[in-house]
């Protein structure tokens, strides 16, 4: 899934394989926030990535953690944060 989102983790963007994977349409997702769809135990450290992502532009991390797929299921994903801003 490619996902862009604004520097407040708003999402701009999320490619048509949103549905393949979690469920939803990219329409589904667009317009809310990343924190929405992470499980809640795995909230602070994507958005702590997210911070130290913002930090520099270019910088890149690399982390796993629990997406919530539409029918309410927790998937594991890998996600490659990167600043494009």
Same mark, same amino acid.
């Given at each position: 899934?490619?996902?862009?989102?604004? %520097?407040?983790t708003?999402?701009?963007y =999320?490619?048509?394989?949103?549905? *393949?994977? &979690?469920? !939803?349409?990219?329409?589904?997702v667009?317009?809310?926030?990343?924190?929405?769809?992470?499980?809640?135990?795995?909230?602070?450290?994507?958005? %702590?990535?997210?911070?130290?992502?913002? =930090?520099?532009?270019?910088?890149? *991390?690399? &982390?796993? !953690?629990?997406?919530?797929?539409?029918?309410?299921?927790?998937?594991?994903?890998?996600?490659?944060?990167?600043?494009?801003?």
């Amino acid at each position: 899934i490619i996902v862009i989102c604004d %520097a407040d983790t708003t999402i701009r963007y =999320a490619s048509p394989s949103v549905e *393949r994977i &979690l469920g !939803y349409v990219p329409d589904d997702v667009v317009g809310r926030t990343c924190a929405e769809f992470i499980h809640p135990d795995d909230r602070a450290e994507v958005i %702590a990535a997210q911070q130290d992502v913002l =930090a520099a532009s270019g910088k890149t *991390r690399a &982390l796993e !953690y629990r997406a919530r797929h539409k029918d309410g299921s927790w998937h594991h994903v890998e996600a490659i944060k990167t600043n494009l801003l």
